[in-house]
């Protein structure tokens, strides 16, 4: 079987598994997945977390789904109660069994406690907790894909708007991580070679209540220009010096011309 199981228990007791999140965060579901485990699932599960920076001691464990039974072959789905970030979790099975897959869904909150006021970093990188909040057109790929680690591996993994055939422009709006000053921009179009933007725009501030996609377009319009508008190349990464503002954002509007792909967006400064 592909996944966690455990032979069967003869004694008292039960299994659990320890598993650190690949990042901080706040859980808002979790799937315990018993594929293919027919006659050999646990009966029933229990989950606990705990946000301590090493391995968590039995004082720091605190429950978020109590103990529920689960059924074979199937996604066992629990909506999580719990506001505060979390970087461990421990899977309790009873008595034993197997569990094909644990997937763990919610917000990456990042301890920027730990992050130097001095250290420059991506403060719009997905691992650090930056997202996309708005856009007009996701028509190929998801503008968060380009806060993704790494390079893209194909194009499907960056943002691709669908042609445009009237006039105007693409565009999206990204939250940081964290406020800060962003001093250096990289724009990939990897992959992008005859649909790679002609030209693009990136501008910085602050979002208030704005809650619509009009309400954030409207906006972010009026942010200034930390790259005023500049030609992009097919299949390259592209560095530009960003213009300082006058305070630390916590947004940025990437604006393409006139549509096209993106595949990697990073946004290198300082945390405010």
């Given at each position: 079987?592909?996944?966690?199981?455990?032979?069967?228990?003869?004694?008292?007791?039960?299994?659990?598994?320890?598993?650190?999140?690949?990042?901080?965060?706040?859980?808002?579901?979790?799937?315990?997945?018993?594929?293919?485990?027919?006659?050999?699932?646990?009966?029933?599960?229990?989950?606990?977390?705990?946000?301590?920076?090493?391995?968590?001691?039995?004082?720091?464990?605190?429950?978020?789904?109590?103990?529920?039974?689960?059924?074979?072959?199937?996604?066992?789905?629990?909506?999580?109660?719990?506001?505060?970030?979390?970087?461990?979790?421990?899977?309790?099975?009873?008595?034993?069994?197997?569990?094909?897959?644990?997937?763990?869904?919610?917000?990456?909150?990042?301890?920027?406690?730990?992050?130097?006021?001095?250290?420059?970093?991506?403060?719009?990188?997905?691992?650090n907790g930056g997202t996309a909040v708005a856009w007009?057109?996701?028509?190929?790929?998801?503008?968060?894909?380009?806060?993704?680690?790494?390079?893209?591996?194909?194009?499907?993994?960056?943002?691709?708007?669908?042609?445009?055939?009237?006039?105007?422009?693409?565009?999206?709006?990204?939250?940081?991580?964290?406020?800060?000053?962003?001093?250096?921009?990289?724009?990939?179009?990897?992959?992008?070679?005859?649909?790679?933007?002609?030209?693009?725009?990136?501008?910085?501030?602050?979002?208030?209540?704005?809650?619509?996609?009009?309400?954030?377009?409207?906006?972010?319009?009026?942010?200034?220009?930390?790259?005023?508008?500049?030609?992009?190349?097919?299949?390259?990464?592209?560095?530009?010096?960003?213009?300082?503002?006058?305070?630390?954002?916590?947004?940025?509007?990437?604006?393409?011309?006139?549509?096209?792909?993106?595949?990697?967006?990073?946004?290198?400064?300082?945390?405010?």
């Open positions: 079987m592909d996944g966690w199981e455990s032979r069967r228990k003869r004694t008292p007791g039960h299994d659990h598994a320890i598993v650190r999140l690949g990042q901080r965060g706040t859980v808002a579901a979790i799937d315990v997945e018993t594929s293919f485990f027919t006659g050999n699932y646990p009966p029933e599960a229990m989950i606990e977390a705990a946000d301590t920076p090493e391995e968590p001691s039995e004082a720091d464990w605190i429950t978020i789904v109590s103990r529920s039974a689960l059924k074979g072959d199937s996604h066992n789905l629990f909506a999580i109660d719990h506001a505060r970030p979390v970087r461990w979790l421990k899977l309790h099975i009873f008595p034993d069994g197997g569990i094909a897959r644990l997937r763990v869904y919610g917000t990456i909150e990042k301890d920027w406690g730990l992050v130097s006021p001095d250290e420059t970093i991506d403060l719009a990188a997905m691992e007009n057109d996701a028509h190929y790929g998801h503008p968060a894909n380009m806060l993704a680690p790494g390079r893209a591996p194909v194009m499907a993994d960056g943002w691709e708007t669908a042609r445009r055939r009237v006039a105007g422009n693409d565009w999206c709006v990204l939250k940081l991580g964290t406020a800060g000053r962003i001093e250096r921009i990289a724009v990939d179009t990897n992959h992008f070679k005859g649909n790679f933007p002609d030209r693009f725009s990136l501008r910085a501030g602050r979002l208030g209540d704005e809650a619509t996609l009009e309400a954030i377009d409207a906006a972010s319009r009026t942010w200034p220009a930390i790259v005023e508008e500049a030609k992009l190349k097919a299949d390259h990464v592209e560095k530009f010096a960003a213009a300082p503002l006058s305070e630390p954002a916590t947004h940025v509007r990437l604006d393409i011309f006139p549509d096209g792909g993106v595949s990697r967006l990073r946004l290198y400064g300082k945390k405010a």
